[in-house]
């Protein structure tokens, strides 16, 4: 089955720097790549999404890219500001429809000010 | 629209006991799923559903048990609570179709004793 690792565990950065956080995936049948930011006692929430048909997307400040040769997508934020500060997660699903998801275990994201 | 909605937020078991956790949605989506999140394991899959009547396993079932006899409503039901059942556990939903967007419910903490 499909197996996601992310990279790296934690990271702080300085406000207004750039913050990347990688994920390389195992299944070649996977084709949707969405990232979620989950804060403290909140559930996940979408912040932007990719398919394998696409190699990279941005919205505003956040941006993904997708290398499926090499089997790894990046999340790219620019300007970070504290209200980034939060716990991000990739995961991987063989199917357009969001089912099936794999989780990678997820970057906690500290942006000092 | 409510979105996503879990009870009980917080819950403490002892071995061996049973119960119910609740998710119910107002979005008149077909595909409900639930999660369980771990410290360092990100979220993995406990059962899932297709639609009414239609239910599945994800990559973590034993222990846990569902059904899904209206679209709104999917609850979880764990038989005899066990210490490696101690986790948070978030219900998503989604539309089903292409492009769609995965929404989590605001979790439910479960400790068992």
């Known amino acids: 089955g499909e197996n996601v690792e992310q990279h790296p565990s934690t990271l702080s950065v300085q406000e207004g720097d750039s913050a990347v956080i990688k994920c390389t995936y195992s299944?070649?049948?996977?084709?949707?790549f969405p990232w979620y930011k989950q804060e403290l006692g909140k559930g996940p929430q979408l912040i932007i999404d990719?398919?394998?048909?696409?190699g990279e997307k941005k919205d505003q400040r956040i941006a993904v890219t997708l290398n499926k040769t090499a089997k790894h997508f990046s999340l790219h934020i620019t300007e970070t500001q504290p209200e980034d500060s939060a716990v991000y997660f990739c995961?991987?699903?063989?199917?357009?429809?969001?089912?099936?998801?794999?989780f990678g275990p997820g970057t906690r994201l500290s942006v000092l000010p | 629209n409510a979105g996503v909605t879990q009870t009980p937020k917080f819950q403490v078991l002892k071995t061996g006991q049973s119960m119910t956790l609740q998710c119910a949605q107002d979005?008149?989506?077909?595909?409900m799923s639930w999660y369980r999140q771990d410290p360092g394991m990100g979220l993995r899959l406990i059962h899932y559903?297709?639609?009414?009547?239609?239910?599945d396993q994800g990559e973590v079932p034993n222990g846990y048990n569902v059904s899904r006899s209206t679209t709104e409503d999917f609850p979880l039901r764990l038989l005899s609570a066990a210490p490696s059942q101690t986790s948070v556990y978030f219900c998503?939903?989604?539309?089903?179709?292409?492009?769609?967007?995965?929404?989590f419910g605001p979790g439910t903490r479960l400790t068992v004793l």
């Open positions: 995961a991987a699903s063989p199917d357009n429809y969001g089912q099936n998801f794999v």
């Open positions: 299944d070649s049948a996977s084709n949707y």
């Open positions: 990719i398919r394998s048909n696409v």
């Open positions: 979005m008149n989506h077909e595909y």
């Open positions: 559903s297709v639609g009414a009547g239609i239910t």
């Open positions: 998503a939903s989604n539309s089903g179709t292409v492009g769609n967007t995965q929404y």
